[in-house]
């Protein structure tokens, strides 16, 4: 008896962006991204969870890190639902483990890891000297 296998090839579609040094930088690295996700056919479902994760991760990258800070989207398919990794990554904490800036409103921050953490499938955190990456993966229905 011949047994076949599927093998599907799996298709990684990626895209690097460094965040800009200017006011208003989130939202105009996240209008990108959404017309990239758009052009990448990625489903609309996924796309409107990994904006509100991109700004998140981003926003974070700018209150509570070093820069510069950069984004990574991965987009895979094929084999199965399609994937989709956001990745940020800085130059690790700009203050001591706790210590919030002082002109943050706590009622306007502290929940974009809860966001992150409701949207995502998987995330996590990477640590190297010098570099911190936050990422998530969003799955395609």
Same mark, same amino acid.
């Given at each position: 008896m011949?047994?076949?296998l599927?093998?599907?090839?799996r298709?990684t579609?990626e895209q690097v962006f460094?965040?800009?040094p200017?006011?208003g930088?989130?939202?105009a #690295?996240?209008?990108r991204?959404?017309a990239?996700l758009a052009d990448?056919?990625?489903?609309?479902?996924v796309?409107?969870?990994?904006l509100? =994760?991109?700004?998140e991760?981003?926003?974070?990258a700018?209150?509570?890190?070093?820069?510069?800070?950069?984004?990574?989207l991965?987009?895979?398919?094929?084999?199965?639902?399609? #994937?989709?990794? =956001?990745?940020v990554?800085?130059?690790?904490?700009?203050r001591p483990?706790?210590?919030?800036?002082?002109?943050?409103?706590?009622?306007?921050h502290?929940?974009?890891?809860?966001? #992150?953490?409701?949207l995502?499938?998987?995330h996590?955190m990477? #640590?190297?000297p010098?570099?911190?990456t936050?990422?998530?993966?969003?799955v395609?229905?």
């Amino acid at each position: 008896m011949a047994v076949q296998l599927n093998t599907l090839a799996r298709e990684t579609r990626e895209q690097v962006f460094a965040l800009p040094p200017f006011a208003g930088a989130v939202s105009a #690295v996240r209008r990108r991204v959404n017309a990239l996700l758009a052009d990448w056919e990625v489903s609309p479902s996924v796309v409107e969870d990994a904006l509100l =994760v991109v700004s998140e991760l981003l926003t974070n990258a700018i209150v509570h890190a070093l820069p510069p800070a950069v984004l990574r989207l991965s987009w895979t398919l094929g084999g199965g639902p399609g #994937v989709l990794r =956001v990745e940020v990554t800085d130059a690790g904490p700009a203050r001591p483990a706790g210590q919030s800036p002082g002109w943050a409103d706590p009622d306007e921050h502290g929940r974009g890891e809860g966001i #992150v953490h409701a949207l995502a499938t998987r995330h996590g955190m990477d #640590v190297r000297p010098g570099r911190f990456t936050r990422w998530a993966d969003l799955v395609a229905a």
